[in-house]
T-cell receptor, first 113, second 112 residues
Framework: EAAVTQSPRNKVAVTGGKVTLSCNQT?????MYWYRQDTGHGLRLIHY???????EKGDIPDGYKASRPSQENFSLILELATPSQTSVYFC????????????FGAGTRLSVL | GEQVEQLPSILRVQEGSSASINCTYE??????FPWYKQEPGENPKLIID?????ERKQTQGLIVLLDKKAKRFSLHITDTQPGDSAMYFC???????????FGAGTQLIVIP
């Protein structure tokens, strides 16, 4: 099964601080995604990438940046964290090789105080 | 972008009965409709999907129906068991390859 690893698993940040969430996948998938999960909203797409060097805005990109330095790694960056960004963040990978199935990481629980 | 509506948000059923979750989408070009199951504290995992060239698909107690005319698709779980208790998400993919739009989720509770 596809392996997607997120770090950290839990993070407490202060308002105005910088937060970086990391994601690594070992299955050579071209596409990677960052979602946040909030009660009542399901999974909302923040940023995604079609390959190394590419990042695209998803449905709720404001306040977030993304970086895809390699096929394996995709980071989500909160330059100035706000309490409204308290959420559970999921990274996922997938492409035609996986029959378009998304493989999710275990999630990162972020609290911004 | 695509909007996917999912109902109900909470569904309580007796063990052994069936459960149904319904989703609607807006983009008539959407062509791929997966369902993900998320157990407490876990990540979402694909359980079944259907493509736009099909109207029905069944696997291991799960049935998915797709009505393209009504832009509606549904998940039916037959003979529910306590292990079916989880959050379920429907999703639709429009024209962008691999970019899924998820519904808000349904919390299924199977009562023993």
């Amino acid at each position: 099964e596809a392996a997607v690893t997120q770090s950290p698993r839990n993070k407490v940040a202060v308002t105005g601080g910088k937060v970086t969430l990391s994601c690594n996948q070992t299955n050579n998938h071209n596409n990677m995604y960052w979602y946040r999960q909030d009660t009542g909203h399901g999974l909302r797409l923040i940023h995604y990438s079609y390959g190394a060097g590419s990042t695209e805005k998803g449905d709720i990109p404001d306040g977030y940046k993304a970086s895809r330095p390699s096929q394996e790694n995709f980071s989500l960056i909160l330059e100035l964290a706000t309490p409204s960004q308290t959420s559970v963040y999921f990274c996922a990978s997938g492409d035609v090789l996986s029959q378009n199935t998304l493989y999710f990481g275990a999630g990162t629980r972020l609290s911004v105080l | 972008g695509e909007q996917v509506e999912q109902l109900p948000s909470i569904l309580r059923v007796q063990e052994g009965s069936s459960a149904s979750i319904n989703c609607t989408y807006e983009n008539s070009a959407s062509n791929y409709f997966p369902w993900y199951k998320q157990e407490p504290g876990e990540n979402p995992k694909l359980i079944i999907d259907i493509r736009s060239n099909m109207e029905r698909k069944q696997t291991q107690g799960l049935i998915v129906l797709l009505d393209k005319k009504a832009k509606r698709f549904s998940l039916h779980i037959t003979d529910t068991q306590p292990g079916d208790s989880a959050m379920y998400f429907c999703a639709a993919r429009g024209s962008a390859l691999g970019r899924l739009h998820f519904g808000a989720g349904t919390q299924l509770i199977v009562i023993p």
